[in-house]
C-alpha cells in the first residue's frame, strides 16, 4: 500500500523516528528559556500533534 507515492515502510520509518525525538522535545522545552505558559503550551501541542499521528 502507497501513500502520496511513498511506501508504507518509508512512513512507518518517519513515524518511528519522531516518537523517539519526543523525550528529547520535551526535555528542550524543560530547559529553555520559555516562560512557564509557553512551556507547557508547547508541551501541550507536542502532546496534541503526538495524538493526532496516533503515536503512543
Known amino acids: 500500500m502507497?501513500?502520496?507515492?511513498?511506501?508504507?515502510k518509508v512512513i512507518q520509518n518517519i513515524f518511528d523516528k519522531?516518537?523517539?525525538v519526543i523525550p528529547k522535545w520535551y526535555d528542550l522545552i524543560k530547559i529553555s528559556f520559555l516562560s512557564e505558559d509557553q512551556?507547557?503550551?508547547y508541551h501541550e501541542m507536542v502532546e496534541t500533534k503526538k495524538k493526532q499521528l496516533e503515536l503512543s
Open 2 to 8: 502507497k501513500s502520496a507515492n511513498f511506501d508504507i
Open 18 to 20: 519522531f516518537q523517539k
Open 39 to 41: 512551556k507547557t503550551a
